[in-house]
C-alpha cells in the first residue's frame, strides 16, 4: 500500500506542529508528557526567580517552576509549581525562595512539616516564605559597614582641612626651621659622640683599672658582709638589751635618791656642803700660793718672817 506524497506531508506537518507544542510547553515550564501535581503559591516580591526555576525538597530536585504572574489586582506575585515527585508532604508546608550561590539565579525549596499529617493534594495553594540569600547578607553586613566608613571619610575630610588651616605658610617655614635645627642638633651630638668614644678610647685602661678597684672593693664588702652574716647578732642584742636595762636601773635609783651619785643629785644639803668644801680648797691654795712662809718657815740668815695678811677677796662665811 503506497502512502501518498499528501498523506506523508500532512503526517510530518502534524509532527511538526505537536512537537512546536511539546518544545513550547517545556520551554514555558510545562511538560506535557509527564504526570505532575500543580501547587500555588504567593510572594509579595519574586525578584530573580524565573520559570523553569528548579523546586526542590530536602536539597532532591522535585519540579520546577511553571509560570510566574501577577493575582488579579492585589499586587502579589502568584508563582505555579509543578511537582513530580510522589513524596507527601503537608498542606502547612511553606515553598521558600532562595538564592543556591552567587550565580544561577534563585529557586524554591518546600520545606515539609512532618507534624502536619494533612497531606498536600493536586491544587492547593502553599505558605510562601524568603530566605535571604548570600547577597542579601553581604549587602547587609556592608550597609552599616559603608555608613560608619561615610563617617570616618567625613572625619577625616575635617581633619584635613583643620591640618591645612594650621599649616599656614609662617607655620611651614617654622616647621622648616625647627627641622633644619634638629639636624644641627644630630650633627652636633654626633660630633659629641666622637669626642666621647675618643675619650673612652684614651681613658679605658683608667676605667679598667677603675673596674677592677670596684670588683675588688666589692668582693671585700662580700666578705665583710659575711662576716657579718656570721656573728652571732641575736646574742650580741641580747647582751645590749641587757646593759641598757641595767643603766635604767641605775638611772631609775639616781633619780630615786638612792647611792653616792642620787644622794648627790637629790640631797641639797650635801651639795651644799661639797660647793662650800670645794671653795674652802680654792682659798687654802690660794693662801698657800700668796703666803708659802706661813705654812713651810725656812730662815738661812735668822730673818724675821712678814706678819700674816689675810687675803682681800675672802668670801669665807663664818
Known sequence: MKISREIKTAILVIASILLFIWG??????????????????????VEGLQNSAPVTINGLVVGKVSKIDFLNNTGKVQVVLQIKSSFPFSKSSIAYIYEPGLIGGKQIMITPNFEDKSVAENGVTLQGGMVPGLTTLVAQKLTPLQDKVEKMVVSADKLLTNVNSILDAKTKEHLKSSIANLDETLAEFKVASGNVNEMLAENKGKINSTMANVNKVSGNFAKISDSI?????????????????????????????????????????L????????????????????NPTRYVNVSLFGKKNKPYKAPVNDTIKK
Open 271 to 290: 651639795y651644799t656642803n661639797f660647793a662650800k668644801t670645794s671653795k674652802e680648797l680654792e682659798l687654802l691654795l690660794q693662801d698657800l700660793r700668796l
Open 24 to 45: 513550547y510547553s517545556f520551554l514555558k515550564g510545562r511538560d506535557l508528557f509527564t504526570n505532575y501535581k500543580t501547587f500555588f503559591v504567593q510572594y509579595d516580591n
Open 229 to 269: 652574716a656570721k656573728v652571732n647578732i641575736g646574742a650580741t642584742v641580747k647582751k645590749l638589751e641587757k646593759t641598757l636595762a641595767s643603766v635604767d636601773l641605775i638611772m631609775s635609783d639616781v633619780q630615786a635618791g638612792k647611792g653616792t651619785l642620787g644622794k648627790l643629785a637629790k640631797d641639797e644639803t
